[in-house]
């Protein structure tokens, strides 16, 4: 299974930040998979962002979403079965959003088991 | 500020045994299974343990992991200079209602 990431690297202040994992080896849907976006501010820590069970997994058939309180306002993820990826959108930009964004997949929601190189996104005028 | 308390800091010397905390809290550790992950610079965190003591497949059994109550331990031994890197801990945490990594501990092996 391989997850790459892509998307827009340069962000302005209080634009939209997308990115899109795509995900190749296996299907994003089916089974008890789910997919997580998350970032890592350079030289700091790993911060959960949020995650999509996509339609027609065991659990959630109609497909679930799920994300980090603070920033639950101004993100929204989705998963596209007939490209088989992960997108994440990231709504009114500021600095503190610069970051390598990762995306990677739990087996039972219990463990991050693959993860993408990531993707570094800079907010910056 | 996590909610998980790594040391920022370990070192070592080779052959020797390092020890990696990870103190948490009732809603977190003392409720859901914790993982471990190293991460070298540049690249990805890999899984390095889940479900508090379990290592994936091709992990060498020098890492092991143990929990008690709210903190759970990674520990190395026969610590070798390709150990070092960043570690974290990561656990569900039910009273944020989403994952929490630890601050994250550089290991150096002098």
């Known amino acids: 299974l391989q997850l790459q990431e892509s998307g827009s690297g340069l962000v302005k202040p209080s634009q939209t930040l997308s990115l899109t994992c795509a995900v190749s080896?296996?299907?994003?849907?089916?089974?008890?998979?789910?997919w997580h976006w998350i970032r890592q501010p350079p030289g700091k820590g790993l911060e959960w962002i949020a995650y999509?069970?996509?339609?027609?997994?065991?659990?959630?058939?109609?497909?679930?979403?799920y994300y980090k309180s603070s920033l639950k306002s101004r993100v929204t993820i989705s998963a596209d079965r007939s490209k088989n990826q992960i997108s994440l959108t990231l709504s009114s930009v500021t600095a503190a959003d610069t970051a390598v964004y990762y995306c990677?997949?739990?087996?039972?929601?219990?463990?991050?088991?693959?993860w993408g190189q990531g993707t570094l996104v800079t907010v910056s005028s | 500020q996590s909610v998980l308390t790594q040391p920022p800091s370990a070192s070592g010397t080779p052959g020797q045994r390092v020890t990696i905390s990870c103190s948490g809290s009732?809603?977190?550790?003392?409720?859901?299974?914790v993982n471990w992950y190293h991460q070298l610079p540049g690249t990805a965190p890999k899984l390095l343990i889940y479900?508090?003591?379990q290592r994936p497949s091709g992990v060498p059994d020098r890492f092991s992991g143990s929990k008690s109550g709210t903190s759970a331990s990674l520990a190395i031994s026969g610590l070798q200079s390709d150990d070092e890197g960043d570690y974290y801990c990561?656990?569900?945490?039910?009273?944020?209602?989403?994952?929490?990594f630890g601050g994250g501990t550089k290991l150096t092996v002098l």
């Open positions: 990561a656990v569900w945490d039910d009273g944020l209602d989403g994952w929490e």
């Open positions: 009732s809603s977190n550790i003392g409720s859901n299974t």
């Open positions: 479900s508090d003591n």
């Open positions: 080896g296996g299907s994003i849907s089916g089974g008890d998979y789910s």
């Open positions: 999509v069970y996509p339609s027609g997994t065991t659990y959630y058939p109609s497909g679930k979403t």
């Open positions: 990677a997949r739990t087996e039972g929601g219990m463990v991050f088991d693959y």
